[in-house]
């Protein structure tokens, strides 16, 4: 575990720092989306497709895309739900190098059956912050639980911890340490709010640590690593879809006899601009990849709830 | 990199800011339990309204006469209601809608529940339901022997699909009034069951044989609920003094090999004691008064203190009978009805009691809507009308809390503390509302709603409703 090194990606953070508006002007020149480019961070609590762009502190800017779709049946088929159900998610995150401009690569891209906020099923995906070309979440369970939120509400913020098995291919090539095949888990805990500032606008917070624990065969030897990582995200979102996104429910007062209204939330999607995404991630351990702290800005479109 | 670092932790200082602002602000009208020292109901108390009422009697319905005539006030109501519909309207597959339909149907097939009410104007569906609700008793008597009193429970499944999330109000009418027009479909389905399995019990009785397949009454005890008693296995290690209670509970519960029924052998036995009874016709006599007098409602309340009358301040009683006819309403009168019918064991007064209980499961509902006091936010109601005076809620599934307060209160009887008896009701109804998420996510999809942060908030908050409830039983059966 101890011989593998991350100075050359921090040496390559250091320089991004001083870049600045070149990246505020490629992020604008860039189309993307909604989901975090960072490894692991991630957002099951929304659903429904998205774009994002940004750049970020090494250099690098982001195109992400993300989508939530039904693409196979829930198990029990169609005769328990009639149908599929948009269990799958599928997202990709491209990045570009911008000093100097060109050398366009995937940075990460994931197919999961299931990716729901409790629990995740069978995804497959290649992620170069985790130094993974190619890595397999068998199961994820996860147990949600708000601390902050009603019925009907359009605030709330949810907590949740929880774990996942799986298997990862590391590879120099996809920005590993050391090549090698592992077993790997991961454990979760995280914070995810939205705060409804008005019926339109609303800023959402992610918050997330994580602890991935991977044993196997890492350059031919029989060895261990890990990565302890934490990540942050607050961004601000409004609604420009036509019509209200909430309705006005009349009933009559029990007590004086007039009527009198509540706020309810409308059926279906809506579509929402990111105005602007921070996104951060430090990792006091990372004994398997050679990323970086970085720090993220983004602007994004989502369709969903 | 030192800049890096700076940048990520203002991020998550700000991000933190939030939360601990939204924290801050947390609603009040969250469900509370009652303080630990309250002696619920031991402080004389001002004259209450609806503790002092005149109420009528409600015309009981124990007998055919007494049913048939009932049936036919709710086909006269039903096609005043449905008056602006034309007499044949219709929707795809009619023969499915009128056809047999259980709560394992209603619990497991969102999208033909939604596809249908898709197929109708949605303000237009109270009206339309109670069109198609009439043309199934009509027109459509099926093979299996009903009377198509399955196209009404359907109807009042999909308005009550409609109310769970919330969207009653898109009907054109009050959600009160939604509710209220639900449960005339609902007494309209039992009515017309009870009817057809109080002729065939009589039958049965007077010496006409009766075949049937195996049933409730023929299945065995599952006293080993296998996932439940795993869980509660795995939970020991976590929590061992809550082990005994899981066991105890899961034993409370009496499900039955095949059927999701719970509380049968309670509920039985409730239908035997008199005393119970005549709380139940006290009780649903009541509700059909306060139909007529809405002014009573207004009393915070005032549920609660007609019910504290009915039972001369026993609240443990109170619990039961609620707690217990909570259960009936769907499962148990499915399940239970045609059994004792088949076996000649529905006598009046059971027919009675199953009417009265199962109705009195929608009418608390609706009910304690439309006495709801607005909640401290735009978008959220309080319920406190058929609670104790130290509890209020802004969950409307009464059952959830009666349900628990009576399990709360038998366990706490065994000799389990009440701290042990709340952190099992907890994990049970954690597990329950884990799993039920994976219905709750599809069912939001297929409505084209919030699919995943609803279903957990709402989800948890029936697990502390659930707590609540157990909290009191444990704590006025000490």
Redesign the interface.
Known sequence: MGNITRSSA?AA??M??RTAPTLVLSAALTLAVHSPGLALADD????GISVEGGAR?DQKALAHAQADVAVLP?PGGVG????P???TRLEITAREDLNPIGHLTVEQARVQLIR????HVLGVEHDRRMGSMLAAEVLGLY????????????????MQGGANIGYRWLSTDAEASADGHVAASTVLLS?N???ALSSRWA?R???EGTYTAAAGSIDDRAKYGHVAA?T???SLYVDVSRGSPI?L???????TGGV?Y????N???RLRVMLLA?????RPVDTLSTA????TAKIGLEYG? | ?A???T???R??A???T??LA??AT??P??ATSPPANAAPDSHPRPRSRNADAVVENFLPMNRTSALEMRVAQLHGYLAQIAATVPTNARINNMGNFCGAFTFYDAA?????TWLTLTEIPRDRSVETFARLALECQQDFVHENGDQGENGAFRAAWALDFLYFN??A??TGH???DVLAFRDSLNELYIATVLLRELGRSDAVRAGVYVEHAPDFLDAKGLSRADVLRRFAGFLSAFSPQEQPVLDDFIQLLDLRQDYLAPFGRATLNMMDSPDDLRVLSAFFAYENHLRLH?EL??EPHGGWHRLMKITGNDARQAVRVLGLLASVHLIVFRDLVPALAHRGLLTPAIARAFYEASLSYFMVNELDE??????P?????VYHFFFPDHYET??WKWYHWYNNAYSGCELRRKGYPKAAIVGAIGSIG?LYE?ME??MA??WR??????????P???G??DVRINQDGAAYGAEICH
């Open positions: 921090r953070a250091a991004g720092s099951t609590l929304h659903e502190t829930f328990l739900w009639n149908g159900i948009d269990a729901w906020p409790h629990v147990v949600p639980l708000p601390l902050l939120g009603e019925i009907g509400g359009r605030s709330w913020l949810v914070l709010a939205q705060a800023v917070g992610l918050f934490f942050g995200r607050l309705r429910v009349p009933r009559t007062d029990p007590t009198t509540r706020r309810e939330t059926e279906g999607r921070i996104e951060g991630e430090t970086k702290d970085i720090a709830y | 990199m800049t890096d670092r940048a990520t932790l991020g998550a700000l991000f933190s939030i939360a939204l924290l947390q609603s009208a969250r497991s097939l969102p999208r033909p919330r969207l109000d898109t009050s959600v009160a809405p409602l207004s439309r006495a709801a006091k607005n909640g936010n735009d978008h959220s109601l802004s969950n954690l884990g998420l994976n996510i599809p999809e297929t409505m084209k709603l919030d699919p995943r942060v609803n957990i908030v709402e948890f908050d």
